[in-house]
């Protein structure tokens, strides 16, 4: 066995296939100066005892992306480190009982189209023709994947760690990490064999992420789950028309039941996500042993029961088959079953690769990702999906972790409804509002921890979880939002907004570091102003509004989902020597928002500030006695003012507000409302509309672009793509005759019969009365009046390219007013 190195430019730490694959993309990147520690042997954590299903199906564009990679990968991967694997490439069939659930098959087959994937929707006859001992009852169609199978997980490892090996790369195997520190801008790792500095560190532990991140004072976000599946003997049925066949039948997934069935040689594998499910080392009186290397939890066949006869049910030739083996052993889950891939938050040159929940089949497109995130500080994709900094500090509390994982666990399947609302770890962040709130008919969920109404029912509406499970936009509420919408337009409406982000940005030199940052120009003080922060590729990294105080004292507000991204991106930029400094004060300041036309005249009434100071303007006041800061801009696209207070005074201000406001027209309005009136402004989202998917250029934002600046941060990218010509550009479309759905998140656009691009948001207007969707379109078809076509749960819709201008006040004259 090779000894420790004394120095290296990256550690990993953990040896499964997140970490092999990590390494190989390492060194294939040139980066050949990486070592690999492993407690005990490859593999040895979640890997050895996986499944080892590697499916590219996803809701998800980017695990989509990621998973395909991954399959792409492993095809060629035996033959390019020449190292012998066992992958089958068996295809899929994902069966659906309901209307939602081929909903749901369409919109992946969609995505998966577009992604270059043959997938598609089928349905009994093709089920039955494709698996003959399947009974169809109860069963609508399916999605059908080719490019589904399986994979031995050991084979994939030793396979990723060959090839790492080949180009340079290092693997130091029963060698675990007991400690780390940072010394002279490096990582010291200490193990039984000795300490190895290196430059840049990555958290690949599996499992034991979270005992690793505790090195370095990062209190990773996960839990571990009890997951078993049952292997069968062999049933000669099946073996003989194997045999005639010359395969092996298509791995069986039924999600409405919850669990999947493979074929395994001449037998069976029946893997269930069970609702009545276990978490593990999740209390003082079961923790985590020091070691638990290639070892598995008792059985548990109770908890199965329900799954088995279901899958005898729908399968029966399963019946005949004697039970083999079971294996139950711990899986990872992150609260929202997503993997951390990315920088560790608040820890300098370190890095996670780790809570895994699919790991195999993720491994693949997770070493890219990863690699890119360390050698280049970027990725080729937007992982916003995997970004460790997507949860804040309060999502590392054990029982909110295990409530989480258990919730996901047992729904690891579930459609994704745009409505619905997890109820598991809910009430982790209050409004001071909260109570009022809720007393006046909000309905709530979760942005960030901090929970916000998302519309507001009234006596006799339906509010049951079941009401959500639906992609059709007449949901109980549809006329509640509609009537929001109407407040605002009218007369006016007052939103609640807890837990915006927000950093002062102050002190010698803050203003001209900040100008290098951004596309546009910094506000003059006094004023406020909407920036883009682009990455050296000219992409779109973020989007904050400038509330500049004086020459060099501002505050920095961005969506409450990314403060620890923005932040992070802020503060890893700032010279070290800086004689400003940024300070995170998200949790100190709360934010209203009053929109409508009669808002001038409720403010009159409550306050003696200058109303008549014109948009994008700030000034302080006090409100029922208390300090207040009205910012002079509206995300509703009317008449409008933010109120910024400290917490302590938030009700205070707001019962102020609402008293003088009731004989105004004053009404709530929630999140829903809130999106639909930002659709008609042509107002982009973080994460949906705004993404490193996109250039500054694509997103239409030129007019954020200060080209006359000496510098900012991705010039020269964006000069380039000017000069060569925009492929694709940010559209407003209209969808005409719609449908009883709108378009979600990543509908494909098609004209005569060619993918042309893709929506990022979608909703319905109501103040224009129209289905709304914003994209990317090819440029030659970005012109006024072009019509395309949007595909939404697989039924095209003719859509009209709208002029570039909100469809709602497109000069913005109710804005100003």
């Not at 499944?51 to 395909?68: C, D, E, I, K």
């Not at 369409?106 to 349905?123: E, L, N, S, T, W």
């Not at 982000?501 to 910094?522: M, Y």
């Not at 938030?650 to 009404?667: I, N, P, Q």
Request: proline letters at 5%.
């Amino acid at each position: 066995m090779a000894g420790l190195p004394t120095t290296a430019r990256v550690v990993i730490i953990g040896g499964g296939v997140v970490g092999c694959s990590s390494l190989y993309h390492l060194c294939k990147a040139g980066w050949t100066d990486c070592v690999l520690l492993e407690k005990n042997e490859l593999t040895s954590g979640s890997t050895w005892h996986a499944a080892g299903n590697v499916p590219t199906f996803s809701s998800s564009w980017s695990l989509m992306t990621m998973q395909r990679y991954s399959t792409e990968l492993y095809r060629g991967l035996a033959e390019a480190v020449d190292y012998p694997m066992n992958y089958h490439v068996t295809g899929s069939l994902r069966l659906a009982h309901t209307k939602e659930r081929m909903q749901e098959f369409q919109r992946a087959k969609g995505m998966g189209r577009y992604q270059g994937m043959d997938i598609d929707v089928v349905g009994l006859d093709e089920i039955k023709r494709r698996y003959p001992f399947i009974e169809t009852h109860e069963l609508k169609g399916a999605l059908y994947d080719p490019s589904d199978g399986d994979i031995d997980p050991a084979q994939l490892t030793q396979a990723l760690a060959k090839g790492a090996r080949d180009m340079g790369g290092k693997i130091i195997r029963f060698c675990p990490v007991t400690g780390v520190r940072r010394e002279n801008d490096e990582w010291v790792i200490a193990t039984p064999q000795g300490e190895i500095r290196c430059e840049i560190v990555i958290n690949a532990a599996g499992y034991r992420a979270a005992e690793v991140g505790k090195m370095f004072g990062r209190d990773v976000p996960m839990m571990v789950m009890s997951h078993q599946y049952i292997l069968f003997e062999e049933i000669p049925e099946l073996a003989a028309w194997t045999k005639e066949q010359g395969h092996k039948l298509p791995l069986l997934r039924d999600v409405d039941t919850s669990y999947y069935l493979r074929q395994e040689k001449s037998g069976m594998n029946l893997g269930p996500y069970e609702r009545n499910c276990r978490a593990h080392w999740a209390t003082h009186n079961d923790p985590m042993p020091e070691d638990f290397s290639f070892q598995l939890f008792p059985d548990d066949l109770d908890r199965l029961e329900h799954y088995l006869a279901d899958a005898v049910a729908r399968v029966p030739i399963l019946g005949t088959a004697g039970l083999s083996k079971v294996i139950n052993g711990p899986i990872p889950y992150a609260p929202d079953g997503n993997p951390l891939i990315g920088p560790m938050p608040g820890v300098p040159n370190a890095f996670e690769a780790c809570v895994f929940t699919f790991g195999i089949a993720q491994g693949g497109g997770a070493g890219k990702v990863l690699a890119e995130w360390v050698t280049e500080g970027q990725t080729e994709w937007d992982m916003w999906s995997c970004d460790p900094r997507r949860f804040t500090s309060f999502a590392s509390a054990p029982d909110y972790c295990v409530a989480k994982g258990m919730e996901i666990y047992g729904n690891e399947y579930a459609i994704q409804f745009p409505r619905h609302a997890w109820p598991e770890g809910r009430n982790r962040k209050l409004s001071p509002l909260h109570d009022r709130i809720k007393a006046l008919g909000g309905q709530f969920d979760a942005y960030n921890g901090w929970e916000r109404a998302t519309w507001y029912a009234q006596p006799g509406d339906d509010t049951s979880e079941e009401s959500t499970l639906t992609f059709r936009r007449d949901g109980p509420w549809q006329q509640r939002v509609r009537e929001e919408c109407l407040a605002v337009r009218d007369a006016a409406g007052i939103l609640d907004l807890p837990g915006f982000s927000r950093f002062n940005l102050e002190g010698p030199g803050a203003a001209e570091w900040l100008a290098l940052q951004v596309t546009g120009l910094v506000p003059k003080p006094g004023r406020i102003g909407l920036v883009y922060f682009a990455d050296d590729k000219g992409r779109i990294v973020t989007e904050m509004s400038v509330v500049r105080h004086g020459e060099d004292q501002m505050t920095l507000i961005t969506a409450a989902v990314a403060q620890w991204h923005d932040f992070e991106w802020l503060k890893s930029r700032m010279p070290a020597d800086a004689a400003f400094t940024l300070t995170d004060r998200t949790e100190e300041y709360s934010t209203q928002i009053l929109a409508g036309p009669n808002s001038r005249k409720i403010l009159a009434e409550v306050c003696d500030a200058d109303l008549t100071l014109p948009w994008l303007t700030h000034q302080e006041t006090t409100i029922a006695g208390r300090w207040a800061k009205l910012v002079r801009v509206s995300f509703a696209g009317e008449l409008g003012w933010e109120i910024h207070t400290k917490v302590a005074d938030t009700a205070t201000v707001f019962d102020a507000v609402w008293a003088a406001g009731r004989k105004h027209g004053l009404k709530p309005f929630g999140m829903y409302a809130l999106d639909s009136l930002r659709l008609e402004k042509g107002y982009r989202t973080w994460k949906g509309d705004l993404s490193t998917d996109y250039s500054i250029l694509q997103g239409g934002l030129e007019r954020f672009v200060k080209w006359d600046k000496p510098d900012f941060r991705g010039k020269a990218a964006l000069l380039n793509e000017k000069q060569q010509g925009v492929k694709k550009r940010f559209v407003t479309l209209v969808v005409e005759n719609p449908g009883d759905c709108d378009a979600p998140y990543m509908s494909t656009l098609w004209h005569e019969g060619t993918i042309v691009g893709e929506t990022t948001s979608g909703g319905w207007g109501h103040r224009v009365g129209k289905s709304i969707a914003l994209g990317m379109l090819r440029t030659d078809l970005t012109e006024p009046g072009t019509a395309v076509e949007v595909e939404i749960f697989g039924d095209r819709f003719k859509a009209i390219v709208q002029n570039d201008e909100p469809l709602w006040d497109p000069k913005n004259e109710r804005l100003r007013a």
